[in-house]
């Protein structure tokens, strides 16, 4: 009787530890995240209705097993497969389930073949940091028209402007948009100056002043700005023609001895030309055919505006920084998503990055200062008002010119001249 007591409790103490062992197994963080992935499926409605057999609706979900989760010290990483027919925009509309299940700072990623999905959710968020210019001059390095994003989960982030060409930054006032702003043009004149000629506009007068002297042209007048996109649109014309006389389609392919410098213009607050129709026509011409000729876009905006953001160059704006918005009308408008809206007004300099997706990102920090001590040894003028070069006037104006010119030796014309 003893011997059969002892066998009762041992069996009870397996059954026990097999039970706590369950208990623990699925308390694992693969299993919570798989349950969490499976809710927010289930309570997205996100599936493709399929007809079966005898007219009878088969429900095709998302499929995903436990190695398709993986758990890091700093970040879970799930993906899943859409089922055909599923499109990619069902996900991206029910991301605030994803928001609420895995936290705040997600990354989506999706494969080449629209089909699986890539979530990466990390612990913490990215903090504030300075402008390091050894870090960004080597992030930047081998780059021929490098852009600062900032720092994102995954490092800092600096991209290609001839690859991904012009670029839209929105942002309320004191969000960090205008430091951003600082931050990319003070890199590209510092970083490669030599392969770049900067355009400024600054409508408000309050922000490009620090570039004058080093860019070819700050202008603060729509009139002035009107006659600087005839500039650039005469460039990107002589170009065209260099490179049909070349039998080349971009001016990366031509001959180092006569390939032009890379035109950017940068401006901002544009949102106040929308009644200037003919510059609105000229800025969408470039932001339709600038990539080929090298002649590149960087507008930028308090609240991005629907009549403004429509139509061929919202669509030709291909990368987009959302700093906080005020609304998620104003969020969806810059970057079709509401996320910009979300970031809070204590979270200086944080954005919304789209390019290949959207992910949060932290600007970096540059202040007045450092940017003017960092321009100073670039400058080609002194910008005082007894000694300021108007490049509107004279010689520097290309509807003036008395001379032909050889479009292989200086394709700018005479808007070329020695630093």
């Known amino acids: 009787m003893m011997i059969e007591g002892l066998s009762i409790w041992k069996a009870a103490g397996v059954v026990g530890s097999l039970g706590g062992a ?10 919570i995240a798989m349950r969490k992935l499976n809710s927010v499926i289930r309570m997205g409605n996100l599936y493709m209705s399929i007809q079966g057999y005898k007219g009878r609706v088969i429900k095709k979900y998302p499929s995903f097993s436990r190695k398709d989760i993986r758990i890091y010290l700093n970040r879970t990483e799930i993906s899943f497969v859409l089922p055909i027919g599923l499109m990619p925009d069902e996900i991206y509309k029910k ?25 990466k959710a990390y612990n913490e968020e990215v903090k504030m940091f300075d402008y390091d210019q050894e870090k960004i001059a080597e992030g930047a390095k081998d780059i021929p028209l490098p852009i600062v994003v900032g720092n994102t989960q995954s490092g800092l982030v600096v991209y290609n402007m001839v690859e991904n060409p012009h ?10 948009k205008s430091i951003q702003l600082r931050s990319i043009l003070t890199t590209l004149l510092t970083q490669c100056k030599d392969r770049v000629e900067l355009y400024c506009a600054d409508l408000k007068r309050t922000e490009f002043h620090i570039f004058k002297g080093i860019a070819k042209e700050v202008v603060i007048k729509p009139n002035d700005l009107e006659t600087l996109l005839l500039k650039v649109v005469k460039k990107m014309n002589r170009t065209s023609d260099l490179l049909n006389k070349h039998g080349l389609a971009h001016i990366d392919d031509l001959p180092k001895a006569i390939r032009p410098k890379y035109t950017l213009v940068a401006i901002d607050e544009f949102v106040l030309l929308k009644k200037e129709k003919d510059i609105m026509s000229m800025l969408e011409e470039i932001s339709s055919v600038g990539r080929a000729l090298g002649v590149f876009l960087i507008l930028s905006l308090q609240r991005a505006d629907s009549t403004v953001m429509d139509g061929i160059l919202k669509n030709n704006l291909t990368v987009r920084m959302a700093f906080r918005a005020s609304s998620a009308v104003n969020s969806r408008i810059a970057i079709d998503s509401g996320e910009a809206s979300e970031i809070l007004n204590k979270e200086k300099g944080r954005f919304v990055f789209s390019m290949d997706g959207l992910k949060f990102a932290q600007a970096p920090l540059l202040a007045l ?39 292989e030796e200086n394709i700018f014309g005479v808007l070329e001249y020695e630093n």
Request: aromatic share 12%; proline share 4%; hydrophobic share 35%.
């Open 22 to 31: 369950y208990a623990a197994y699925t308390t694992l963080p693969v299993n």
């Open 167 to 176: 670029l839209l930054i929105t942002g309320e006032t004191g969000s960090g």
């Open 369 to 407: 200062t450092d940017a003017k001590a960092m321009l100073e040894p670039h400058r080609w003028q002194e910008t005082t008002a007894e000694n300021v070069i108007d490049l509107r006037n004279n010689e520097y104006d290309v509807e003036e010119e008395s001379e032909p010119i050889d479009e």
């Open 95 to 119: 991301k605030d389930l994803f928001y609420q299940a895995f936290g705040s700072e997600l990354e989506f990623d999706l494969s080449k073949d629209k089909r699986r999905f890539f979530i």
